[in-house]
């Protein structure tokens, strides 16, 4: 008999215990199924949006071109977009290190034109580009917001460029007797063997970073760091040291850019549930 008395309280006690958890289980929280942020302001997904701006060349070696560009993009979604651009040279700024060269060589025409050009040779058969167009795709991992002193508020998203194609238009720097493409001269005393002029497009591809910091829901301040990767000469000499200038010399080179636009999005921002 004391042994089902003792059977009996451990029952009661064991259906006191699991009756709240069961009843508790049951409870389905208030926030289940919640987004993370309400009334969100969604600023890219399913949005175009169209910029221009200015830019230009950096860590050049001879020519830093000044550049206006342009560009139009659709976001796919909140983190994945596709973007056209543009960048057209409006000025050419000759480095320090071509002032370097240049001033180093003489005037007259030198006795040996395989070691050293003419001053006119050298700096006609320098590179410059003059715009570079293409498409990019580009993913956005980070979106935020961040205030200044407290009292100013703005929404910012950092992309990278992955990846991107780029048609580079480039010409020399002044008349040459031929460009890359063509026969070089056969006399080795002829100073258009040992200097050409790299002209048309070059197709290369497109890697970089950017970020866009919003006033409002729709327009915003975009700036972004890029390198073009494209064969090409900057010199236009001969590169490979077989003692002729042509297409052989072309080498895959890196153009970096820095450029800014300011860009408006459309159409009205949606705002999430």
Known sequence: MLLNKHRFALLVAL???SLP??????RKSPLA???AIRKRFELRSTRFELGA???TTINQDFYHTVMINARVGFHITDFLSIAGFGNFGVAQVATGFEGKIVDSLATDPMTNVQRE???AGAQAGLQQISSILGLQLELTPFTGKYSLFGKLFSA????L???GIAFMNVKPAGSVGRTCDQAAPTDPSDPNKYVCGVKGTKLGGKVGVGFHSFFGQTVALGVELS???AQLNPSGRDVNGDSIANNDDLTWTNTFLLTANLTVYFPSAKISP
Request: hydrophobic share 45%; charged share 15%.
């Open 227 to 229: 390198d073009v990767i």
């Open 15 to 17: 259906a006191t215990v």
């Open 33 to 35: 199924d919640a987004p």
């Open 53 to 55: 701006g200015a830019g």
């Open 161 to 163: 460029v992955i990846p």
């Open 156 to 159: 910012y998203d950092f992309y």
């Open 117 to 119: 050009p003419s001053k």
């Open 21 to 26: 958890l069961a009843a508790q289980a049951q």
